[in-house]
């Protein structure tokens, strides 16, 4: 079977590998195939942006440790992840080589790649992010809706963007300093109607962590364009319960049986 459908997966916060999905990516194909989709219909595109900002966080953890006792050294370590990428990731208006654009950057070069993948043709994408990633995909896609991305074909310019399953998300923080709250909008007017009615924006949460939070009560138009926001238990025994849950996703059932259904529903469309 030809590639039918392409996938972005992105990672959020943290110290990540360049492997981060393949665990994930190995799951969901095993699901696919229980739900009768070929493996070869769906190409899978993990976008790492990590490698930009690990090495400025591992300095700044060795400075401020080197000289003082510091406790807590896991969940210092697990904030200065999340604040240092969140902090770094801000658009200079007056720049042009910023962590945002270098980001963004990295973005389009993935997209550029999945789609000589899919055989340089502007087929139905698929956006899975998770925690910071969320924003990140979300002020991507922003921006080649308003004329101010990288695009230079439909595929890159988000014009078949056909679903989008984000968890774990931190999109409501960045919210803080904005006078009005807009979504994106989704489905694009350009996606054909067999896919803008299989189309979804599904947005899954843990109520244990701290960092993911539904997507709706943000705005009228977030509560339009997100067709639903679903509180999952991710993690095991030790970590589904507290915080940590925000790392647990990748391969929790909860998380996985609606993102492979999902996917393929909109193959099969």
Known sequence: MASVIGVLVVHGIGVQEKDFADDFISEMNDRLMGLQVAPD???????YWADLLNDRELKLWNDLSRDHDLDWVTVRQFFINFFADAIAYQRKLVATDDMYREI???IHGNLAKLRSDLGGQDKPLIIIAHS???VILSNYIWDEQTNQGLGTNPFERMETLASIVTFGSNIPLFTLALDKIECITFPPPTLPANLKAKAKWLNLFDGDDVLGYPLKPLSPSYTQTVTADLQINAGGLFTSWNPISHTE???DNDFTKPAAQLISDLVKA
Not at 41 to 47: D, G
């Open 132 to 134: 910071l990633g969320s």
């Open 104 to 106: 963004h950057n990295r």
């Open 41 to 47: 219909a769906v190409v899978w595109q993990p976008a």
């Open 249 to 251: 996703y990748w391969t």
